[in-house]
């Protein structure tokens, strides 16, 4: 059973930085790709960043520049370093994970909470 476990989260100024990470259990190179999504009380979970297992990156037009999405394959986590923080950044941010073999599936974290502070 693949699991997906988030640290790093916390209260922050405007204009600071925070790592967010995400600890898989077993190999990280099962996963196609890997991602950050965050979400906040009443809306829909909105895509963050993105790596591929082959570290293609893809993020969303709002973290562009600010934002860095990466992975230590080593050590089995992926990271999310986040400058320039601002306040419509704060939610809570999940990791998630896709296998294509044997089949499809998507796996989640349960998130850790980012707060920035104006």
Do not use: H
């Not at 963050?48 to 562009?64: E, L, P, Q």
């Amino acid at each position: 059973q693949v699991q997906l476990v988030e640290s790093g989260g916390g209260l922050v100024q405007a204009g600071g930085s925070l790592r967010v990470s995400c600890a898989t259990s077993g190999s990280i190179f099962q996963f196609v790709r890997m991602s950050w999504y965050r979400q906040v009380p009443g809306s829909q979970r909105e895509f963050v960043a993105s790596i591929t297992r082959g570290d293609s990156v893809d993020y969303a037009d709002s973290v562009k520049g600010r934002f860095t999405i990466s992975k230590d394959n080593a050590k089995n986590t992926m990271f999310l370093q986040m400058n320039s923080l601002k306040p419509e950044d704060t939610g809570a941010y999940y990791c998630n994970a896709e296998v294509i073999l044997p089949r499809v599936e998507q796996y989640w974290g349960q998130g850790t909470q980012v707060t920035v502070s104006s």
